[in-house]
């Protein structure tokens, strides 16, 4: 096997590799957020979320994809352990479907498939066709990669150190753990296993080996969804650990049974050719493994718990972070399958917090500066420098997510996001200034007048009711954007009012000149904090009328 072979081999991965992620990033730009709707109203019902599972990981060929988008989805609340659980076992059923196409050499139709997918990206101006256009090249370009992948592999048949090294692999245990260390290196059980098939047609690997190969490669693929659980919530991690026990269950009773029963020699004898044999062992292996576990998905879910209980509260991270977003030292940063969906909903629920939090700080920095009370403006200080950490980590998720994102509209979404994580920023900026005139008032001794005092009792009541708005469950809407722009303007309007009314009490001597001064400065705070509402406002309905 010379040099060029070897070129051939890894060249052909890298085209398997690249044209499964154009075919999910394609699904993803077409239906991400519709699927992510889907996924939420369905999988409550177990049959159902298994078919849902199946035939997403059948649209995209990667089992691994789909189990990292229910990974983030259970990071993001969207749904629960329990419906996780029959999407990850639809997963491992629809993952067959590539060892199948493969066996029944689909790919003598992929430069069609590829030609096809490419005009419809560059010649069609639809962008909803262009997606569709992408998703059929990568299939056809996944083939085509295939196709070369086999023919390097031909000339190792004629390797005997080669041979001999996959003659070993009969022994059960050395053939699963080859199987699952190969498959975690490439992170594609569906490229694995089309390689194992390559290799059972070339006549270097028997079919008796390549059983216990194809076990561990069920077990390999596991690896993507545990990177990508790395700093996700507990539920995250169960997913990632209930993903893992399937295939690990499924692995030790199919071992037995091929040891104790002559399953193998059946398939042998009743299959034509090594590639449809493999494939549909490795059909056999997870629809059988589902049937199985089927009624003890709950249970499932249940033990994974158990594995990974909840924290106690001692060992519970403390301090300032992320609660929804996975950090981008993990695998979920990459992309892939749902990503888009998922971090909208992350983002959002990043965002709720960090809004929530300018909204306490907003109603406590004007009842301090009424009551002229310092006492809970070492409380508003600690959130405001949470609000500055959460705006900052935001702000760098996003900019990598946009670097990233070739979505048009998903690039969008989060480019409103990045806008309204800065505007919540400049309120909790807002309400810390009014902290700063509550300690000028105790320090220097100043004191507002009671029509002051009474103002700025009408200017906390309306600030709440607007940042209290922008966490209506109806944000987003042409009508909710019209009752915010409304609350905005009447706050510009009650700015003017008092300006003049403050012009009138300078006149007549009731107030002080320090006391003008510090209430000139939170008339402008008041009506900045009415202008970042209505930007939020605005980036939020922009934000949906994306999706």
């Not at 259970?74 to 659980?85: C, D, F, K, R, T």
């Not at 694995?192 to 290799?199: A, E, F, K």
């Not at 919530?233 to 104790?260: E, P, Q």
């Not at 007549?508 to 000149?513: A, F, K, P, T």
Request: aromatic share 6%.
């Amino acid at each position: 096997m010379d040099i060029l072979e070897f070129f051939g081999l890894f060249g052909g991965l890298a085209l398997f590799l690249h044209g499964m992620q154009m075919m999910s990033s394609g699904l993803e730009a077409a239906a991400g957020n519709r699927m992510k709707a889907v996924l939420e109203k369905l999988t409550a019902n177990r049959f159902m979320g298994i078919l849902l599972g199946a035939l997403i990981t059948t649209a995209v060929q990667s089992s691994s994809a789909t189990t990292v988008m229910v990974v983030g989805f259970v990071n993001a609340g969207i749904m629960n352990l329990n419906q996780a659980v029959w999407l990850i076992f639809g997963a491992n059923v629809g993952k067959t479907t590539t060892g199948l196409l493969i066996a029944l050499d689909v790919g003598a139709l992929a430069p069609i498939v590829a030609f096809v997918g490419v005009f419809m990206m560059v010649f069609l101006k639809k962008p909803s066709l262009q997606h569709i256009g992408q998703l059929l090249a990568g299939l056809g370009i996944l083939f085509i990669g295939m196709d070369m992948m086999s023919a390097s592999m031909e000339p190792l048949r004629e390797v005997p150190a080669f041979v001999n090294m996959m003659a070993t692999l009969s022994n059960p245990i050395l053939g699963i753990a080859f199987g699952a260390i190969f498959t975690a290196l490439i992170q594609s059980s569906a490229a694995s296993v089309g390689i194992l098939q390559t290799l059972a047609a070339a006549g270097v690997v028997e079919f008796s080996g390549a059983v216990y190969v194809l076990f561990g490669q069920n077990i390999g693929t596991c690896i993507t969804a545990v990177m990508a659980s790395f700093g996700t919530s507990r539920d995250a991690k169960r997913a990632t650990c209930v993903h893992l026990l399937f295939n690990v269950i499924g692995t030790v009773i199919f071992t037995v049974v091929v040891m104790v029963t002559p399953l193998v020699s059946i398939i042998e004898s009743t299959v034509p050719g090594p590639m449809t044999q493999i494939a549909v062992m490795h059909v056999f292996f997870n629809l059988a493994t589902t049937i199985l576990l089927i009624p003890f998905g709950n249970m499932l879910a249940k033990l994974a718990t158990r594995i990974l209980p909840d924290l106690p509260e001692t060992e519970k991270p403390t301090g300032m972070r992320l609660a929804y977003l996975t950090p981008l030292t993990s695998g979920g940063k990459d992309g892939g399958l749902g990503v888009s969906a998922i971090v909208v909903d992350q983002l959002r629920n990043e965002l709720h917090r960090m809004l929530e939090m300018a909204r306490q700080n907003v109603d406590a920095s004007f009842k301090a500066v009424m009551d002229r009370d310092t006492t809970p403006l070492e409380r508003v200080e600690q959130r405001e420098q949470y609000i500055d950490f959460l705006n900052k980590e935001i702000s760098r998720y996003i900019s990598h997510l946009i670097a990233i994102e070739t979505n048009e509209r998903g690039s969008k979404i989060v480019s409103c996001l990045f806008s309204i994580s800065g505007n919540i920023e400049r309120i909790g900026d807002h309400a810390d200034n009014l902290s700063g005139y509550t300690r000028m008032l105790v320090e220097q001794d100043i004191s507002f007048s009671e029509y002051a005092l009474a103002e700025i009792g009408q200017m906390r009541s309306v600030s709440l009711r607007a940042v209290s708005a922008l966490l209506s469950s109806d944000a987003g809407s042409p009508d909710w954007l019209t009752h915010v722009a409304q609350m905005e303007q009447k706050i510009d309007d009650m700015t003017a009012d008092f300006q003049r009314d403050q012009l009138v009490r300078m006149r007549n001597g009731i107030c002080s000149d320090e006391a003008c001064i510090l209430y000139s400065e939170l008339l402008t705070d008041f009506e900045r904090i009415g202008d970042h509402v209505l930007n939020i406002a605005q980036e939020l309905t922009k934000a949906k009328t994306a999706l």
